[in-house]
């Protein structure tokens, strides 16, 4: 049976309340939890590109916590509360990952736990597996 582990990036706690897992660790794979951008303290970008930024090296803190880097991403899952976000995001998409791309799935949602967000992300991480070359 493969042993199955939290996985806490040291530089985004959890909320003393927190009643999931950043990312579970199995085997080689990382099951990531959604991720955004809103810091601790409640803040976080206003647009949707800097807000996915964000939520991308909180993402890649999680991974390089499990000695991975972004090109081990091998499923992304986008959410935005407005679709016409889509090129922006894209955008910064194009700008953090390639030449191969993770698979991925962008789509709409009516909200978010806080009502400020923009954008969220969950992704799917094979440590043994890398998209660039590492």
């Not at 927190?18 to 939890?33: C, H, N």
């Not at 894209?90 to 949602?109: D, E």
Request: glycine share 6%; with cysteine.
């Amino acid at each position: 049976m493969i042993k199955v582990r939290p996985v806490i990036a040291p530089s985004d706690p959890l909320p003393a309340a927190a009643s999931w897992s950043p990312a579970l660790r199995i085997g080689e794979e990382l099951i990531v939890s959604g991720v955004h951008a809103r810091q601790a303290n409640g803040m976080m970008p206003a647009d949707a590109a800097a807000q996915f930024d964000a939520a991308l090296d909180k993402l890649e803190a999680l991974i390089f916590a499990e000695g991975g880097t972004r090109d081990n991403v091998v499923k992304l899952t986008v959410y935005l509360s407005d679709i016409a976000d889509k090129d922006a995001v894209n955008a910064v998409r194009a700008r953090r990952f390639g030449p191969i791309y993770p698979c991925s799935t962008l789509l709409a949602v009516s909200g978010f736990a806080f009502p400020e967000l923009k954008v969220e992300v969950d992704a799917i991480v094979r440590l043994d597996a890398t998209l660039n070359g590492g």
